[in-house]
């Protein structure tokens, strides 16, 4: 732990030690997520102490690997957590992050050369973990929606070779350590990632949000609800309930499959669920109108481009976009009023078009997607030099958002990639309910 602190975080992959007591949401404050300033601001960024590096090797530490092995790419989650006491609740000390694209679901004629990039990710975890612990530190592996959309025969051929690399490994491998994660896991394991996040907040003023993540395949939505209203209304199979310190907690959580970006783009063009999709051009006017192209997703080819002679343009984009949407999503009429964490392409693409900074992340209203939205499309010549499917995305964003889920114009989304350089993401969340269910602690 020395060692690694020595470098400074830069070695090997990205180092980060952040100390807060990530379980004072789950004592204190109910769940509630707490946020202090809804204005538009990073409403973190006050209360997390800087990056400090372990004052000593300590002997009360312990470690837990989650892999992500997401549609676009695999990632390795490499967390410390630091137990002061047994009476005291175990503290997230730092992350190491690495990730590797493209995902494994690119290496479905391969499993071996896709364990291979899980087996690199791997070595990292080698050399961050001290020895002595390897054997109490477990690796896990979890798919989401690229993997979801395999043969099960290819999904499980890669899964297999993965769990070989793992067993060759020294550390511990839990039963099932190498799955395919059923989408609810995934959206649970996000909320109660940001809830352990929220824990340094509370005691400020209180609102509960929930998290948003938009894949590539799959997209999900979560928060607690606080009306004994909401959980009349919504159907059984969106509600989970979790058990964490002699508590039940019923989260609202669902997986969209199909709604992920890059699923919903197949969508618009109407070419998902198309047989012979060879050959046939798929056309829309979110596109570039002289625009003519093709495009390798999930194992097929797919032939694409602009209305040469219709229109183009935000109106009827949205209007096309609003046909993938329109009714398909559960609505609840609590989250209008409530503020989210959005992740994963959320970031991406408010970066790419300069609504909030790479590194800081930022606050945005549902409204301001639906400005740039405008604005790309409308202007698609000037944004030729981006993805030609930027003005799509967004679009898509902005339909899902509205129409999809009812938010309103202003409901605040908080776009969050660290926190005091800890990934947001569902795998801390997850990580920390394996470890629970071990009973992992130092
Ligand atoms: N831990 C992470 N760090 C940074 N970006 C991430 C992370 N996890 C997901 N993303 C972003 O989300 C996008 C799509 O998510 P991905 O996990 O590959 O798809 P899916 O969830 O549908 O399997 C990626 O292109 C990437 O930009
Ligand atoms: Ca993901």
């Not at 929606?145 to 099960?152: T, Y």
């Amino acid at each position: 732990l020395t060692l690694l602190c020595l470098g400074n975080g830069e070695s090997p992959g990205k180092m980060a030690f952040s100390r807060f007591p990530i379980l004072l949401a789950l004592a204190f404050s109910s769940f509630s997520f707490v946020l202090s300033h809804l204005n538009r601001e990073m409403w973190f960024q006050d209360f997390f102490p800087p990056n400090m590096c372990p004052i000593n090797a300590k002997d009360n530490t312990f470690y837990g690997i989650m892999f992500d092995a997401g549609s676009t790419g695999t990632r390795i989650h490499i967390y410390t957590f630091v137990q002061k006491s047994p009476e005291n609740l175990p503290e997230l000390e730092g992350e190491i992050f690495e990730s590797v694209k493209p995902g494994l679901s690119a290496y479905a004629d391969q499993p071996e050369k896709g364990a291979e990039t899980v087996k690199r990710l791997l070595d990292m975890a080698i050399d961050a973990v001290p020895p002595h612990l390897w054997k109490k530190t477990p690796v896990v592996l979890k798919a989401t929606a690229g993997l979801r959309l395999l043969s099960e025969e290819k999904a499980q051929s890669l899964l297999l070779e993965v769990r070989e690399v793992f067993e060759e490994s020294p550390f511990l491998v839990p039963e099932d350590s190498v799955s395919i994660m059923d989408g609810s896991y995934e959206a649970l394991g996000a909320a109660l990632s940001m809830m352990l996040f929220a824990g340094q907040l509370s005691g400020q003023n209180q609102h509960t949000v929930g998290t948003l993540d938009l894949g590539g395949a799959s997209t999900q939505i979560t928060f607690l609800p606080q009306f004994e209203e909401t959980l009349k209304e919504t159907p059984g199979d969106f509600l989970t309930s979790f058990e964490m310190f002699n508590s039940t907690y019923k989260l609202y959580t669902h997986s969209y499959l199909g709604f992920g970006l890059k699923a919903a783009r197949l969508a618009i063009l109407g070419a998902l669920n198309v047989e012979a999709v060879d050959g046939q051009m798929f056309r829309s006017s979110c596109l570039p109108k002289q625009l003519e192209a093709e495009w390798h997703f999930g194992g097929m080819k797919y032939r694409y481009g602009g209305n040469k002679e219709g229109e183009t343009g935000f109106k009827p984009c949205y209007l096309e976009v609003l046909k993938v949407v329109e009714g398909k999503l559960h609505q609840p009429d609590e989250i209008r009023g409530r503020s989210f964490y959005a992740f994963s392409y959320y970031y991406d693409r408010a970066v790419d078009t300069n609504l909030i900074d790479y590194e800081q992340g930022g606050v945005l209203e549902v409204r301001d997607f639906e400005r740039k939205a405008e604005e790309v499309c409308d202007n698609m010549e000037k944004y030729n030099s981006a993805s030609p499917f930027l003005c799509m995305d967004l679009v898509y964003i902005t339909a899902l958002l509205k129409e999809g889920f009812g938010f309103r114009d202003n409901t605040l989304l908080q776009l969050t990639k660290k926190v005091n350089n800890v990934e947001t993401s569902w795998t801390l969340g997850a990580t920390f309910h394996l470890l629970q269910s071990l009973g992992i602690t130092y």
